[in-house]
């Protein structure tokens, strides 16, 4: 008995220190042109508190995370307009990062600002996870979306192509979700820098140097800083170079810049300290990724 007792006890213990996949941050503010009160405030105080819950509660995975495995993202939405008391629009930032191995830092992996937040949301009411990716609304359906987004570039991060079942997922909710008529998510060739195109590209195989580089960004170079700083900077400037292709194939992509929007102020403090040959390859092919920051990278050479 006391055997029995001692193995559930322990079994109990071993459990409470699982959990969900994300640590999950939700910020709502209004654009300072918009006129809120206070029921407005309140509303978006439950709604910021039905979004925390929804994404941190929800199981997003079949693995198991311990709490100090979580992905660290944030979502701020700043709301732009109230046509209804029951309708909003604005904007929603997501950004979320990984640790980088033996170190306090924390590199930033997804950083992207989507214009097209549109949602109806009663005051109240809980956010529902989706059966089988099917729409059901825009909410669940963009922050669902959001979320594999997430864990498939964590994934990434990790082993190559590991967030292929994210991905996947997440074109899934695109795919349901495109005849919903709500923005962002048209499968229009006229719309290519939307939901629907931002996780289409990322399987296309014409952006598969582009998967490959999270992994030996991540994994292959910011993970070796501890060992040997230079073969980390080494191998950064090699996954950059193989990047060309890409660019060269589908220049200013949205998916190319998603990449380098969360990577220039690490880029240029990474490659400030290399040594002039470096610094100078460095800045040759990053300006010719990322041409609209030229004048960021140049710093590198300063």
């Not at 594999?148 to 991060?157: A, R, S």
Request: proline residues 3%.
């Amino acid at each position: 008995m006391k055997k029995t007792f001692l193995i559930l006890l322990l079994t109990v213990q071993s459990l409470s220190g699982l959990t969900q996949e994300l640590n999950c941050q939700v910020n709502i503010q209004s654009a300072p042109a918009l006129q809120v009160g206070p029921v407005e405030n309140e509303t978006f105080d439950e709604l910021e508190s039905a979004i925390y819950d929804f994404m941190n509660t929800t199981k997003w995975t079949n693995d198991i995370f311990e709490i100090e495995e979580r992905i660290n993202c944030n979502i701020l939405i700043t709301m732009t307009d109230l046509p209804t008391t029951t309708t909003f629009k604005g904007k929603i930032q997501i950004q979320s990062s990984r640790p980088v191995f033996n170190t306090g830092y924390n590199s930033t992996v997804f950083n992207h600002v989507d214009a097209d937040f549109a949602i109806n949301y009663l005051r109240n009411s809980a956010i529902l996870p989706m059966s089988n990716y099917q729409y059901r609304d825009n909410l669940s359906a963009l922050l669902s979306f959001y979320a594999y987004m997430i864990l498939g570039y964590d994934y990434d991060t990790y082993s190559l192509k590991g967030g292929d079942p994210y991905f996947k997922a997440a074109q899934q909710i695109a795919n349901n979700a495109k005849n919903s008529g709500d923005e962002g998510w048209s499968a229009s060739a006229s719309k290519k820098r939307n939901r629907f195109w931002m996780v289409d590209n990322v399987l296309q195989p014409v952006f598969a140097p582009l998967r490959n580089a999270y992994y030996n960004y991540h994994r292959l170079g910011l993970d070796e800083f501890y060992t040997d700083q230079a073969v980390g900077r080494k191998k950064i400037l090699e996954t950059l170079q193989s990047l060309d292709k890409v660019q060269r194939s589908r220049p200013g992509s949205m998916n190319l810049q998603l990449f380098l929007t969360s990577k220039t102020a690490e880029l240029i403090n990474i490659f400030s300290q290399s040594e002039i040959k470096e610094k100078n390859a460095a800045v040759s092919i990053l300006k010719k990724l990322d041409p609209v920051n030229s004048s960021n990278y140049q710093e590198i050479l300063n």
